[in-house]
């Protein structure tokens, strides 16, 4: 990637040096960095714009979740792992609702027995990068109940927790 960055560190322009290969992958790049806020370029004591800065960035797979607590569907529980209904609303990205962004996105997180999500991964995309990120951020802040089993907490996997976007009505 290829950055101008602004005298207070904020992104200005993007551009893809050299592609990843996939589309999807090298738009979600250049978004995640837009997004960012840089320290400054110096000349002297004074901050300036600069622009040609190069930054690299790494796709890599991740496994799927499972490993540290065994599946729910493996386990006879008296209880789910769950979200907890109590805490912030989840709100629609500005920008999404201007650009008319509409999808279903779901995580699959490992629940600890605190009630703690500890690893997690997308298991649907709703086609938007802000939408995405969005429940993204505001799942991953909440508090989960957690699986029971024999009068108590356990650790679980594969607990889905899914939202659709969908535009109000005027």
């Excluded at 979600?28 to 002297?44: F, H």
């Excluded at 907890?84 to 962004?101: F, M, Q, V």
């Amino acid at each position: 990637m290829e950055l101008c960055l602004s005298a207070d560190g904020h992104v200005t322009s993007v551009k893809v040096a050299g592609s990843s290969g996939y589309t999807r992958l090298d738009d979600a790049a250049v978004q995640w960095i837009k997004r960012q806020r840089y320290a400054p370029a110096m000349a002297g004591d004074k901050a300036i714009a600069v622009c040609g800065q190069k930054l690299s960035y790494e796709w890599r797979y991740q496994p799927p979740l499972g490993n540290q607590y065994p599946k729910m569907a493996m386990m006879k529980l008296e209880r789910k792992a769950r979200l907890r209904t109590d805490g912030p609303p989840l709100e629609y990205p500005p920008e999404s609702l201007a650009a008319r962004e509409e999808g279903k996105v779901a995580l699959t997180f490992c629940v600890g027995p605190e009630g703690k999500p500890e690893s997690f991964g997308m298991s649907k995309s709703s086609g938007h990068d802000r939408l995405d990120v969005a429940f993204f951020n505001w799942a991953v802040k909440r508090q989960f109940e957690p699986a029971i089993k024999d009068g108590a907490p356990v650790g679980a996997c594969d607990v889905r927790v899914e939202h659709v976007w969908k535009l109000p009505k005027n």
